[in-house]
Structures are given as C-alpha cells and as structure tokens.
C-alpha cells in the first residue's frame, strides 16, 4: 500500500503511515506483533482497527 492509500484508512495519518511504510521498507513485517513493536504509536486496540482493513504478508524470501 502506498503512503496515500494508507491515509484513506480511518484512523491513520500521516506520520502513523509514514511509519508503517518506513518500517516496512526495512524489513517485512512478520506479524501484528511486529508491527506493534516496530512502529511507533501502534498498540493491540489500533491493530484491531487496522485488520478491518489490511492483511500481513509473510515474504518467503530465499537468500542467493
């Protein structure tokens, strides 16, 4: 999702996608538990609220 696309969801502005999306560019996000961990002012109610309207993907990415 871009930065925009992640804006229209209620409850997400722009520095809370700005963080989502940095973080995500980092490194994949494993689970909700990760992105509660990883992205600032993300806790278990806000969560809650994203999985109405994302879902995780685990990268199965292989190493050369």
Not at 21 to 45: G, K, S, T, Y
Not at 46 to 57: D, E, P, W
């Amino acid at each position: 999702n871009s930065r925009k696309d992640l804006m229209n969801i209620c409850g997400i502005g722009p520095k809370l996608s700005k963080g989502l999306i940095e973080a995500r560019e980092f490194q994949p996000f494993q689970d909700w538990e990760d992105v509660i961990l990883r992205v600032r002012h993300i806790n278990a109610e806000r969560v809650k609220l994203l999985q109405k309207y994302m879902t995780l993907r685990r990268c199965e990415c292989s190493s050369p």
